[in-house]
């Protein structure tokens, strides 16, 4: 059994949130090469889209295995020191906790992980995506997912035998705190249901996707714990990440980025709070656009039966992507010219930041009722 654990976390950034150092990269894979060297993991990669860095590792332990995840959350703090020490913005940001209790979700750090037979033999080869994003919540994913795996409009490779029998998908509450509240729905006849939830990317996201024909196969997993729901206060936006194994049994990779082409509208941008398109930009992009426009990096890997990583394809660094940046910065324009009102922000339920709240509360007590 091979698990790929995906785990990532804003720990600081240089001058605001732009991207982590040079020296906190470097340190966090020296810290995944010695776990090579003692044989907790088999391989690794280490990135950053915009200033989360994201732990790439493939192990043979399981899914939340408590010493994986103990050792990611241990990585996040050697960074941190490093951002304290430099004087960097927001260190330690996503560590919520003084430490994991074995399992660095609802601690803080995204977790995205999936565990399969590597001998399986309707799996010959196992590529596989990795999508970070940045300044955007894990509902983010749902529309491209959704799309992917229940559209032929989108993914052709759905009219074809071993995909025709549809995926089943977990969908998790994540307004819910405490113990996860999922629900499970399949697809295709159950696919206007899982739209009626996902239409609400605020509340419910897809945790995991399976194969109908084989059951045991998961082909996605997301992360999907909000910071917020954890701390009680805005901590900073939720920067998900996800897996989606690809190609024979599930879709191609290019099927897998095709909604990616719309630049959707997500829930995120500055502060948390406003409604901007998600832009797809190559690995290592740092935040530098106005009102910190949500980014979405995918890095393309295949690894070995003995859990050795190829090197990495940076799927939106190709310049066909071009085209969908400019669309994503001409959304962003039209969006931000319309301020704070209406869509162009969260509606007040949603707002991430504690202090719009705060000051909306003290606004409520001023109000006084005038009888007619």
């Not at 915009?50 to 939340?64: P, T, V």
């Not at 939830?197 to 996707?209: P, Q, S, T, V, Y």
Request: glycine share 8%; aromatic share 8%; with cysteine.
């Amino acid at each position: 059994m091979l698990t790929v654990s995906a785990i990532k976390a804003d720990v600081g950034s240089i001058g605001g949130h732009t991207r982590p150092s040079k020296r906190m990269m470097e340190a966090s894979r020296a810290e995944l090469s010695g776990a090579v060297e003692r044989g907790l993991i088999l391989d690794f990669d280490v990135t950053h889209c915009g200033d989360d860095i994201c732990l790439l590792m493939i192990h043979g332990k399981g899914s939340d295995n408590p010493e994986v995840h103990n050792f990611a959350w241990d990585v996040f703090t050697v960074a941190t020191a490093i951002a304290q020490e430099d004087g960097l913005y927001g260190a330690g940001q996503d560590l919520l906790k003084d430490a994991p209790s074995g399992n660095v979700r609802g601690a803080g750090p995204g977790a995205a992980e999936i565990s399969f037979d590597e001998t399986a033999k309707e799996r010959p080869a196992e590529p596989f995506l990795i999508f970070t994003a940045d300044k955007c919540g894990p509902g983010a994913f749902n529309f491209p997912l959704w799309t992917v795996f229940t559209s032929p409009l989108f993914n052709a490779g759905l009219m074809l035998p071993k995909m025709k029998p549809g995926f089943r998908f977990t969908v998790i509450d994540m307004e819910h705190a405490g113990a996860d509240r999922i629900i499970e729905l399949e697809s295709p006849e159950q696919h206007i249901d899982l739209a009626i939830l996902l239409r609400d990317e605020n509340r419910f996201g897809i945790k995991a996707i399976y194969s109908r024909l084989y059951p045991e196969q998961q082909v996605g997993a997301v992360s999907t714990d909000r910071l917020h729901t954890i701390a009680g206060e805005y901590k900073g936006k939720d920067d998900p990440v996800c897996i989606v194994r690809t190609q024979g049994i599930f879709p191609a990779p290019e099927e897998v980025v095709s909604p990616y082409f719309t630049a959707h509208f997500v829930a995120g941008d500055a502060r948390g709070s406003h409604h901007m398109p998600i832009m797809p930009a190559p690995i290592n992009t740092a935040i530098t656009s106005a009102y910190c426009i949500p980014l979405v990096a995918c890095m393309a890997y295949s690894v070995t039966k003995d859990g050795k990583l190829s090197e990495g394809v940076d799927v939106f660094g190709n310049p066909v992507w071009d085209a969908t940046r400019l669309k994503a910065q001409g959304k962003a324009d039209e969006m931000r010219r319309q301020g704070f009102v209406g869509p162009a922000m969260l509606p007040t339920q949603e707002l991430e930041y504690s202090a719009f709240r705060t000051v909306l509360a003290e606004l409520d007590a001023q109000f006084r009722i005038v009888e007619r």
